[in-house]
């Protein structure tokens, strides 16, 4: 019984220090680890098949105001499978460089949930089963996303976003085929946050 009553009233202190302010003034640096699966098949022109990849990245996240944050985000992608006729012909990755703003709904809940949108900056490489490398030459466009940030103490939040990234088509350099960086991309992390108000 006294275990339980201690373990109700720390989650009651956690809850509380986690609904002081928001992230209002605050900057967070944020690591992130999931997926990215390309929304077209023929990743690169010519394929018929692109596996999904493992994503990792993070970023800084700064609150402009109560209900709005701004975000930089950085995410690689190190090995997407591509295949044409069932047999693998090489693997491409991706780094996307993302700007964009967060419309957060309950700032002072430990639970904020949020939806957010931006530009985007995508570049990557391609490597063939000849070790022949090329260039996937810079493309942008932008994203949506929906996430959750949940509030262990004030300082620490756990993260979980899915987010849509669009964009034209890519040259890949010394030869006249494209790359299609649309993908759906979900992923969990952690934001660690500074004091309040730190420029003030």
């Given at each position: 019984m006294r275990v339980i009553s201690f373990t109700l009233v720390l989650l009651l202190l956690l809850i509380?220090?986690?609904?002081?302010?928001?992230?209002?003034?605050?900057?967070?640096l944020t690591g992130k680890v999931g997926f990215l699966m390309p929304v077209q098949d023929d990743f690169i022109t010519g394929v018929e098949d692109t596996n999904t990849g493992l994503?990792?990245?993070?970023?800084?996240?700064?609150?402009?105001?109560?209900?709005?944050?701004?975000?930089?985000?950085?995410?690689h992608v190190p090995t997407l499978r591509v295949e044409a006729a069932g047999a693998k012909v090489g693997e491409a990755s991706m780094?996307?460089?993302?700007?964009?703003?967060?419309?957060?709904?309950?700032?002072?809940k430990p639970l904020v949930p949020y939806l957010g949108?931006?530009?985007?900056?995508?570049k990557g490489k391609f490597t063939n089963v000849a070790?022949?490398?090329y260039g996937l030459e810079w493309t942008t466009g932008g994203h949506?996303?929906?996430?959750?940030?949940?509030?262990?103490?004030?300082?620490?939040?756990l993260t979980a976003e899915l987010k849509g990234v669009f964009a034209p088509a890519g040259n890949?350099?010394?030869?006249?085929?494209?790359?299609?960086?649309?993908?759906?991309?979900?992923?969990?992390g952690v934001r660690l946050f500074l004091p309040e108000k730190i420029f003030d």
């Open positions: 509380s220090n986690a609904m002081a302010d928001g992230i209002q003034g605050r900057i967070g994503a990792a990245g993070g970023g800084i996240i700064y609150g402009i105001g109560k209900n709005v944050a701004a975000e930089v985000d950085i995410m780094t996307d460089i993302s700007l964009g703003l967060q419309y957060r709904f309950t700032p002072e949108a931006g530009v985007d900056f995508i070790d022949r490398r949506v996303s929906a996430g959750v940030d949940y509030f262990a103490t004030r300082g620490i939040a890949i350099k010394s030869t006249p085929q494209e790359y299609n960086p649309n993908s759906f991309v979900g992923t969990v």
